[in-house]
């Protein structure tokens, strides 16, 4: 009777062991995202594209020429302007930026003495989440340039209108009258996150 005693005792705890080897584990998950850098359209269009205008209205002085307020006019005090805001996620955003001449359409050879092309300054200034702002422009010339090409030198700043478009230094060859009818020109605005 003793043997199976022991025996008994012996299975017993044989099946007690395993709690007894339990221990604290411990385990780490590692949570991960990104965000890929983008650039969006908040006001003055929608997704990727923004549109506007700059009205300059009269052109001609009272004598038939460019007007002087044109002609005289700075980045500072421009002939016309227009914003939009946009959302870059990046830390230098990149700036393309070019423009047509401001033509009479359909553009045709002026008389001697006459013009019906403008050739102006676009330019477009950011405001940045550095407290500046940075000027990107273009010069229109009868033999157009090639496009203005800038990273910016900090993210754009989040705020409203931090995009301004602006038309200024306007001119034509000294003296020409400037021909009667609508000019248009088509400003050029490329901003990729970089």
Known sequence: MNKTILIGATLLGLAAAPAAMAQTV?????????????????TGGAGSSFSGSIPLGELAG?????S??????TNAA????????????????KVTLSSTRLALAPTATAPTGYAN??????ALDASLASGSTQTV????AAALPAATVQSLSSSLANVANN????AYALNTASGALLMAGN???VISITIEPV
């Open 62 to 66: 009272t004598d038939g020429a460019l």
């Open 68 to 73: 002087p307020t044109l002609a005289g006019s």
């Open 26 to 42: 411990t385990g780490t998950v590692n949570v991960t995202g990104s965000v890929a850098a983008k650039c969006v359209v908040i």
């Open 137 to 140: 422009s273009y010069v229109t």
């Open 163 to 166: 995009l301004t478009v602006k």
């Open 183 to 185: 000019y248009s020109s």
């Open 117 to 122: 092309v403008i050739d102006y300054t676009a």
């Open 78 to 93: 421009p002939g016309g302007s227009t914003q939009f805001r946009v959302n870059c996620n990046s830390a230098a955003p």
